[in-house]
């Protein structure tokens, strides 16, 4: 058997890390892990003594134990919000819209450039806008102003074919990870921050959070007008300034093991999954809306979610019963 850090220590930086988990998985319950994808690990089998699987990482399913009707579901945000209202789970609602011509003639009418405007502007200007199959935070982020939104427009387009438009709600932000009914791990969710150094401003230490978030492939960190007279500070060396808006552990964000105080967040979370049929997935709520603590929505439903956290908690543990349940669910064990 080989340890989790042994594994990664064996991989390049690229590696996907749903195949390290994998191959640790395999080390520890007695299967046969093979990178198929000349070592990049986006192709990889595991094989016990009488059957073979296939997995894939980077844009593939992770998670064996979906059927893929229930991820495709999670994955268009709107459809998820429709979903929940039905089985009564309360979401943070919002409209689609579509940022390109093409296939107009296949769709409904009202859910074009001009209408997402005039949604807006009965939302009172301000919204939280995301793409509608986005992931990892990607260009998530709070709108104010009409010129604001078009600008968003203009440069998500570039890269997605929709968007969802919600009212802008916060709250405490937490995630919780379900394998069927059981919650295996509640996470709180904390703002990206740039580190003072004592000798460059916020505004260039922001340049450099931004050019690593572009060098994963994500939208850069936008920040309001209202705090832009704050970007010429020099912190002090070591001083956080927090980044607003998207909490994603791959935008930036900080996420700790630690679980709502209310029992409504995980009880809400079981049924979403339910009403989605997942076997696995990661339930985002807000907590504590409008400072009340049993005010609680979800804001999304990820059925492929990362599970670094694990692996920076040390929780080796909790790694290898998520995919003891999907090797599971495949016949391997």
């Known amino acids: 058997m080989q340890s989790l850090a042994k594994i990664r220590s064996g991989k390049p930086g690229c590696y996907p890390d749903q195949s ?20 990049t690990g986006l192709v990889f089998s595991v094989a ?37 209202e039905r089985a009564g789970v309360p979401t943070l609602g919002g409209d689609y819209f579509f940022l390109h011509e093409r296939h107009r003639a296949h769709r409904p009418e009202g859910h074009e450039i001009e209408d997402a405007l005039a949604y ?33 427009i203009r440069e998500v387009s570039r890269y997605y074919d929709s968007i969802l438009i919600q009212p802008a709600i916060s709250g405490l932000e937490y995630r919780i990870f379900l ?10 969710k904390y703002p990206p921050f740039v580190l003072g150094d004592g000798v460059h401003t916020i505004h260039d230490l922001l340049i450099a959070h931004n050019m690593a978030l572009r060098a994963r492939g994500l939208s850069p960190a936008l920040v309001s007008p209202e705090r832009n007279s704050s970007l010429d500070v020099v912190l002090p060396e070591g001083e956080r300034w927090e980044i607003p808006g998207r909490m994603n552990l791959s935008a930036g964000g900080v996420m700790t093991i630690e679980g709502p105080a209310s029992d ?9 999954v339910r009403a989605l049929g997942l076997r696995a997935a990661a339930v985002d709520l807000f907590t504590n809306i409008n400072e009340e603590p049993d005010a609680t929505a979800v804001i999304e439903v990820n059925s492929n979610p990362s599970i670094r956290l694990l692996e920076e908690c040390n929780r080796p543990d909790l790694i290898l019963k998520i995919w003891r349940h999907g090797f599971s669910a495949m016949g391997l064990l």
């Open 48 to 84: 016990s003594g009488t059957k073979r699987a296939y997995f894939g990482a980077g844009r593939c399913s992770w998670y064996p134990q979906n059927n893929a009707t229930a991820a495709t579901l999670a994955s268009d945000k709107y459809f998820t919000n429709v979903i929940l």
């Open 264 to 272: 409504v967040a995980p009880a809400l979370a079981r049924k979403a």
């Open 120 to 152: 807006f502007r009965r939302l009172g200007a301000t919204a939280f806008v995301k793409p509608l199959t986005g992931s990892r935070g990607d260009f998530a982020q709070g709108v104010s102003g009409e010129a604001a939104l078009i600008g968003y």
């Open 179 to 188: 394998l069927d009914d059981e919650v295996l791990y509640a996470a709180r």
């Open 20 to 39: 390290v988990y994998a191959e640790f998985a395999c080390s520890e319950l007695g299967l046969a892990f093979e990178d198929a994808g000349g070592g």
